[in-house]
């Protein structure tokens, strides 16, 4: 899919109509991520229509979540963002990123920073006060993009998936408002609102 131009891409609160999109997009992007990263096995095991499921649950009030998505002029989704309550125990952190996805051709245009502005807003608005998300420790390109946002390394832990190890480490602000800042462009007119929160 041909990326457009920055300008061209709005962020907008998700609908449960674009489930099947995030989907999609869940799963390449985690492919193209992980490809060399992960097993073949573990890289051919994700679902586009289970992801889209997972998704459209959250959407619809199984568990309160805000979800920002990444819109070409075309109509296209190129990328998604989500978070909500944070579900790791053992950081401090209220709020938590559960995922966050742009298309490679979408890539280094500005609409991770984007879309991680809008939900920090959003989070923020909801009365979240600080933020962590977990990342894969060799995902170099990520780390890269939350620390140029201000995040710092606030834990790791080993997860086993499939029979395999990972290592991964959890980047954290504990200041949601200094994530708004550092994450905050001008806006385009249809950046909005997230809905399907509780
Ligand atoms: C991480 C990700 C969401 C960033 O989105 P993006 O739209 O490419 O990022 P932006 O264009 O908004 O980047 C903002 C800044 O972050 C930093 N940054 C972004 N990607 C980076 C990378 N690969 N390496 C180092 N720094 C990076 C840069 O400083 C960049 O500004 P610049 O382009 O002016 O130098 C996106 O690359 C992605 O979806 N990656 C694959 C999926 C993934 O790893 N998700 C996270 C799972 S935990």
Not at 66 to 76: M, N
């Amino acid at each position: 899919m041909p990326a457009a131009d920055t300008q061209e891409i709005a962020i907008r609160a998700a609908t449960p109509a674009d489930a099947p999109a995030i989907g999609r997009i869940h799963v390449e992007s985690w492919r193209e991520t992980y490809r060399g990263l992960l097993s073949g096995n573990l890289l051919n095991s994700v679902s586009a229509v289970v992801r889209a499921a997972m998704w459209r649950g959250a959407l619809e009030h199984e568990r309160p979540i805000v979800l920002f998505v990444a819109q070409q002029a075309s109509g296209d989704l190129v990328g998604f963002a989500g978070g909500g309550s944070s579900r790791a125990p053992s950081l401090p952190h209220d709020a938590e990123v559960y995922a966050i996805y742009v298309l490679r051709a979408a890539q280094r245009r500005g609409c991770g920073r984007r879309l991680m502005a809008a939900l920090a807003n959003a989070l923020h608005t909801r009365g979240f006060r600080s933020l962590s998300l977990w990342v894969l420790e060799e995902n170099a390109g990520a780390r890269g993009f939350y620390e140029r946002l201000g995040g710092t390394v606030v834990g790791e832990k080993t997860e086993v998936d499939g029979g395999h190890e990972f290592r991964e480490v959890a980047y954290g602000w504990d200041n949601l408002q200094s994530l708004c800042s550092a994450a905050s462009i001008p806006t385009s007119a249809t950046d909005g609102e997230a809905r399907g929160v509780s």
